[in-house]
């Protein structure tokens, strides 16, 4: 565990990973992080989760986002729209998810990369075919993937802060 500053400095989008394997363990932990994650009601969090480790999948779904290419593991973050309750607000949900569960991926020494699938009608389609979705509320929202980053693609401090941005009591 490093300390909680250090993982949200560091965290980088990792589009590149090892061929090396995460532990059920670790993924385990990652998905218990996202389901930490605020929700817009509590007891009616529309997320759900698929762990997708086999190759071929992650080939077909390379396909569909590029990225997943090189991962081990990707995770298909989908919105169960019938279970929330401010049904409007199931990206929000959603989106506050997959960020606790790229956090704790970096908590863990491995990295991850948000790969962007709502509001894309085109690759929501997609993926809902590829994981057999068929039902109109189980929307795709994002695919989360995870891995030990690849030489060169290590999680590291990148200063984003700008203080034009603030404003005090006004804008
Ligand atoms: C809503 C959303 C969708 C994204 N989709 C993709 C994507 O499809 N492919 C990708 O390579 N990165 C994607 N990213 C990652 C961003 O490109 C990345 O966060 C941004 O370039 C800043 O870099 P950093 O994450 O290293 O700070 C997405 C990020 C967000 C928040």
């Known amino acids: 565990m490093v300390e909680f500053e250090h993982v949200i400095n560091t965290r ?11 532990s059920d363990d670790d993924i385990m932990k990652i998905l218990k992080a996202g389901m930490q ?5 509590l007891g009616a969090e529309p997320w759900e989760f698929i762990v ?3 190759k071929k999948t992650l080939d077909e779904l390379a396909e569909i986002k590029p990225r997943v290419k ?18 409007a607000h199931w990206q929000q949900d959603m989106s506050a ?10 908590n863990l020494g491995l990295g991850g990369l948000w790969n962007g699938v709502a509001p894309t009608e085109e690759t929501m389609d997609e993926v809902a075919k590829l994981f057999d979705l068929d039902n109109v509320n189980l ?6 993937t995870i891995g030990y980053p690849a030489d060169g693609w290590e999680n590291k401090f990148m200063d984003k ?9 006004r804008y």
């Open 12 to 22: 980088r989008s990792i589009r590149q990973y090892q061929d090396r394997d995460v």
């Open 37 to 41: 994650a605020p929700g817009s009601r």
């Open 52 to 54: 997708v480790r086999d």
């Open 70 to 87: 090189t991962a081990p593991v990707a995770i298909v973050l989908v919105a169960n729209i019938e279970r929330a309750f401010y049904k």
């Open 97 to 106: 998810a997959c960020e606790n569960m790229l956090l704790e991926a970096v």
């Open 139 to 144: 929307v795709p929202f994002s695919v989360v």
């Open 161 to 169: 802060f700008d203080e034009a941005r603030i404003h005090y009591e």
